[in-house]
């Protein structure tokens, strides 16, 4: 098998040309590089910084990145944050302690030393002028967000980890291989759709089903199309079919380890290859039924009182603060509602009125974290409800809580009378 091919500007990089920092990103692309037989390093567009969290990190990995930081490295291309554990500007707000806050703010000072956009959000794609294109070559860590890169959008990254994100980020390139290449880009299963996709649970129920089909194979959707609004032009707005794939990439990516998919007629390469992006060894499935993923996504059937109603994962879209809004207007609520999302699209939907409209129903929209990463047993959280499939799936895992899982009319239902009631519409 040929060597790792590097550019001499890239050997000199290795070989500690621009300093110790800088030399220990290109150890960490030049490792992975050579364990995945990458032929060479291709230079990327943006990069997206997971395990930000405190709650992640611990105190080690605070003391790595200020070594890192202090090495004098700075990242070459826009780099953005995932989620911290509290919002920066309003923990105390929160109830978050200091003792979880001090290391946190830390973290992030390390990062913004390094030259990282504190964003603290895992929709990068969401952001105006920060939205990756068609063709970027990406190294994003966050798993929901390279789902909806490769797939959506068309850009290619792999599922990076956090220091291999931030360590691509500094060099300014990545090692060619996985989904940086089209023939790993195939289709290994045909999911058929043989049951109706009501909400955007139904398409978190449907996430845990082909996440726990496909593994880390490529699914090809020849129907999904058919309970898929048109995608906006501006996709940074969400929409109605933005969020219901929003929600899919990142349960599939949490339940499986998904990193791509292609739906005919709706996703570039299956518009442009339909059938052909399908490989001739592909295993063909049909959904029929989303009630096994209802009865195991919604964990704790006899749970009725809930502490926190959480919307928003991956983070709210406008088109989601909307739908929110309009149901929480005029009404009062019995229990903690948290939608998160970023400060980005937070500043968008407060133009329009909806933070004020959630904001006087009781509601919080909370920016720079979520209910994953947040200390939430510390805030006295053990019962908690939400309409998104990788929340159903991580916060009882992530933080021990017990979980309801349904639609978002069931949600704000439970926010407005602090009760788990019947849902709406019940699971075909
Ligand atoms: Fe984002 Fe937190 Fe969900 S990081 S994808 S809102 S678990």
């Not at 919604?298 to 502490?307: H, K, L, V």
Request: some cysteine.
């Amino acid at each position: 098998m040929p060597d790792l091919h590097l550019t001499p500007a890239e050997e000199a990089l290795l070989a500690g040309s621009a300093g110790p920092g800088v030399q220990k990103a290109m150890q960490i692309v030049v490792a992975l590089g050579r364990i995945y037989a990458a032929p060479d390093l291709t230079p990327i567009t943006h990069a997206q910084i997971s395990g930000v969290s405190y709650k992640n990190l611990g105190d080690a990995g605070v003391d790595f990145l200020n070594h890192w930081a202090a090495e004098g490295a700075s990242v070459r291309v826009p780099t953005t944050l995932n989620p911290a554990g509290m919002e920066l500007e309003r923990w105390q707000e929160m109830g978050i302690s200091p003792d979880f806050a001090r290391p946190q703010l830390i973290a992030i000072s390390a990062f913004r030393q390094m030259g990282v956009t504190p964003t603290m959000s895992c929709t990068p794609y969401l952001f105006p002028g920060i939205a990756p294109r068609r063709g970027d070559h990406l190294a994003w860590a966050e798993s929901s967000a390279v789902v909806w890169a490769n797939s959506v959008v068309g850009a290619y990254t792999n599922r990076e980890g956090g220091p291999s994100a931030l360590a691509a980020a500094i060099v300014g390139r990545t090692a060619r291989y996985g989904y940086h290449l089209e023939a790993n880009r195939l289709a290994t299963h045909v999911v058929e759709i043989a049951c109706p996709l009501r909400t955007i649970a139904d398409f978190g129920a449907l996430s845990y089903i082909v996440g726990k089909e496909v593994g880390d194979g490529v699914p090809y959707f020849p129907d999904l199309g058919a309970w898929l609004p048109p995608l906006p032009a501006d996709l940074t707005t969400g929409g109605e079919a933005g969020d219901r794939l929003k929600t899919l990439g990142a349960g599939i990516a949490a339940y499986g380890a998904v990193a791509l998919y292609h739906i005919a007629g709706v996703t570039p390469e299956a518009r442009d290859l339909g059938e052909r992006l399908i490989r001739g060894d592909a295993r063909r499935l049909t959904i029929d039924s989303l009630a096994p993923a209802y009865a195991i996504m919604d964990a704790n059937p006899e749970t009725t009182q809930i502490d926190l109603v959480t919307i928003g994962c991956p983070h709210a879209s406008l088109t989601e603060l909307r739908r929110v809004a309009a149901r929480l207007h005029g009404e009062k609520l019995a229990t903690r509602l948290w939608v998160t999302t970023s400060q980005i699209t937070r500043a968008r939907a407060a133009q329009e009125g909806l933070i004020d409209l959630i904001q006087q129903a009781g509601g919080e929209v909370v920016a720079d974290t979520c209910a994953v990463v947040a200390p939430v047993r510390q805030l006295g959280i053990k019962r908690m409800a939400t309409n998104a499939g990788k929340m159903a799936c991580y916060a009882p895992m992530h933080s021990g809580v017990e979980m309801r899982f349904g639609d978002l009319e069931q949600c704000l239902e439970a926010a407005i009378t602090g009760q788990w009631r019947a849902p709406s519409l019940p699971p075909i």
